[in-house]
């Protein structure tokens, strides 16, 4: 029983070390650092909204026509657009609506994709075939493309466009699993498991899976910006929110008819966009930067 104490004490320190080591060298990249700032205030501002929200009421059904297209001052710090409501309160509330978005999309992705490729990949055979060859015909078009077709067979709601988002993002998932399952069943630890008797579905979601995470994670972290943006863009088209939602690219196509005279109703989020992208990419960066150390040095131990 004391060894097994031990055993435990051990492993944890072992584990602490490890975190360390990571938060050590991602540390060292001031632009993985930046990113990292940038995404948490970004969550902040959405989490706090209702509080940081100098017109909390503007982010809803609200018109004040007397003051619209007001240029940025000591009341409207970003100004106002064409109703007359406050830019920053709907920018703060469309953080919300991005990030939420953004997690439900990949959330979907990942539940669809990594399965299907833990399949075709452990599996293989007829299944797999199929799987893979389904994934590359959805790979093939754009998919912002193949998202704006499902939206426009759908009625145009915040809903419909995260399920067409959804619907173009899993196969991604599916081809990185797909290729990380081949390259770990052949591993000693897979031959172990499968010496002692494991089954199939054990070894590819309890052995395999877990050691194929940190590409799926660094993904994930680069994924959101892009799906934030692909969100963004299907709003401005009118296949995503609808006015009067506080999201970021149906703010901009409201603010584009007043341009370049009322510069400010689009500009602002355009750079809340801009930022948030740059955020996730520097930070993805970083994780892999992390990750790709760590996968490397587990390479080279077995």
Do not use: C
Not at 60 to 66: E, K, L, M, P, Q
Not at 214 to 223: G, N, Q, R
Not at 249 to 261: K, N, Q, S, V
């Amino acid at each position: 029983m004391a060894e097994i104490v031990a055993t435990a004490g051990e492993l944890r320190v072992t584990r602490t070390r490890e975190w360390r080591k990571m938060w050590f060298r991602f540390r060292q990249s001031n632009l993985s650092l930046l990113g990292f700032g940038i995404i948490a205030a970004v969550i902040l501002a959405a989490v706090f909204a209702p509080q940081l929200a100098p017109y909390p009421h503007h982010a809803g059904i609200f018109v004040d026509f007397d003051h619209a297209l007001k240029a940025p001052s000591a009341y409207n710090w970003l100004g106002t657009d064409d109703a007359g409501r406050d830019i920053l309160s709907r920018m703060l509330f469309g953080a919300r609506i991005s990030l939420i978005l953004g997690l439900m999309v990949l959330i979907i992705a990942v539940a669809v994709g990594v399965p299907l490729g833990v399949v075709a990949g452990y599996w293989g055979g007829r299944a797999g075939d199929l799987i893979m060859r389904v994934t590359d015909v959805f790979l093939a078009v754009p998919p912002i493309a193949l998202a704006l077709a499902v939206t426009a067979a759908l009625r145009p709601t915040l809903t419909n466009a995260m399920v067409a988002i959804a619907f173009a993002w899993w196969p991604w998932y599916t081809r990185l699993v797909y290729g990380q399952v081949l390259s770990l069943k052949e591993q000693q630890f897979v031959e172990a498991s499968r010496g002692l008797g494991a089954s199939r579905w054990r070894i590819a979601f309890r052995e395999i899976l877990p050691n194929a995470w940190s590409p799926i994670i660094v993904k994930v972290t680069l994924d959101m910006g892009f799906v934030i943006l692909t969100s963004s863009g299907l709003s401005f088209l009118g296949l995503g929110a609808q006015p009067p939602t506080p999201e970021w690219g149906t703010m901009i196509a409201e603010g584009r008819d007043y341009l370049p005279g009322a510069w400010w109703a689009a500009t602002f989020p355009g750079l809340a966009i801009f930022l948030t992208v740059l955020g996730f990419n520097l930070l993805g960066d970083g994780l892999r930067d992390v990750f790709d150390v760590e996968i490397e040095q587990w390479r080279a131990g077995n």
